[in-house]
């Protein structure tokens, strides 16, 4: 077996999906926003090492797929780029491997190197929806072999809000996760039934038809006119079901205070906050006073804020901040302290470009 980023993703969102996909074989359709995605990054590759082919596309995606790569070349300057949609892989030890062969592979969107600050690794993303941190994590273990030496930074880029996340790479994070990633493997490998996990994601799985969870629906073939309609009047049934029965199976927490157990996942209370900000330039002459780069928290927003350490202590009096209790899943206990262990970075910031 071999792994990626998506494969891992996949076993943890819902065993019975990875069984369906990466043991059984069963073959995934793509849609428009994901063909879209992938011929994107073609060209950001192609600008990056010789003349992009925007024939590839639609006529009507030209200007806006231009204008993203427009935001990706920006964004790299005219740093030295080490490397663009680079294949890398690593065996078991995580010693360099062929991407064919490897134990654990994936493809690096760009490296790029600068003398003032070293070496960073970017993912590019369509819109703003930045995967883990554990992405980047793995990527920097697989490319170092490659190239010889871990990177400074890692970063998410969204193409379409021209703005990077980014964190200044730990060694001591690094092995963390990698030993994490190891029992992780581990934990697939004897995994003897794969169990559906269900979610608010089942509905865009592509093998739902397939799941015993969806089986138990009695869903039935459609074929004719007469049958497309009965099945359009039970689905809109089963999602007014469904919505009462969320209802009631979050009441039932609620009132009892019991959590419901769903494999490495738990439902109940999760406590946050709502953050405000109350005085802006205050908390902006904070920040600089604290480090921060000015052009960084000029227009800083409260989820920005929420990505620096201890914000809270340090930055109270400017800020309003309100107590808030929603109930949802989320990871066991345990399994979001091993989390916290190999993700935890000592630095963190979020630069806006745009």
Excluded at 46 to 66: K, M, N, R
Excluded at 182 to 203: L, N
Aim: aromatic content about 10%.
């Amino acid at each position: 077996m071999q792994y990626s980023y998506t494969r891992l993703k996949t076993y943890e969102n819902c065993p019975k999906q990875f069984y369906f996909r990466y043991i059984q074989g069963l073959p995934v359709k793509t849609n428009a926003g994901m063909r879209f995605g992938e011929k994107l990054h073609k060209l950001i590759a192609d600008s990056l090492t010789s003349t992009p082919d925007y024939s590839l596309l639609d006529i009507s995606q030209v200007q806006e797929a231009q204008g993203l790569v427009q935001n990706a070349l920006a964004y790299i300057g005219d740093r030295t780029l080490v490397g663009s949609e680079m294949p890398v892989g690593v065996d078991q030890k995580f010693r360099q491997k062929p991407f064919e062969k490897a134990y654990l592979r994936g493809i690096v969107d760009a490296i790029v190197y600068d003398p003032a600050s070293g070496i960073e690794l970017i993912d590019f993303k369509t819109n703003y929806a930045p995967e883990s941190k554990e992405q980047l994590l793995l990527y920097a273990l697989l490319s170092g072999p490659q190239i010889g030496v871990l990177p400074e930074k890692l970063t998410f880029f969204s193409l379409r809000f021209n703005e990077a996340t980014s964190w200044d790479l730990d060694i001591e994070e690094v092995e963390n996760f990698r030993l994490f990633l190891k029992s992780r493997i581990a934990r697939i490998e004897a995994t003897k039934t794969f169990e559906p996990q269900p979610s608010d994601e089942c509905d865009t799985c592509p093998f739902v038809s397939l799941c015993p969870t969806a089986q138990s629906l009695n869903i039935s073939e459609v074929t004719d006119a007469d049958a497309a309609l009965k099945a359009f009047k039970e689905a809109q049934a089963h999602e007014a079901a469904a919505k009462n029965l969320k209802k009631v199976a979050k009441d039932f927490v609620k009132e009892s205070g019991e959590s419901l157990e769903d494999g490495g996942k738990v439902f109940g209370p999760v406590r946050s906050e709502a953050v405000s900000i109350e005085d802006r330039e205050g908390l902006v002459n904070a920040l600089i006073e604290a480090g921060y780069d000015t052009l960084e928290v000029t227009n800083v927003d409260s989820s920005q804020l929420k990505k620096i350490p201890d914000y809270q202590e340090k930055f109270a009096r400017w800020l309003k901040i309100i107590p808030r209790t929603t109930y949802t899943w989320s990871k066991k206990q345990a399994d979001r302290k091993e989390a916290d262990e190999h993700v935890t970075c000592n630095s963190h910031s979020t630069r806006k470009t745009a």
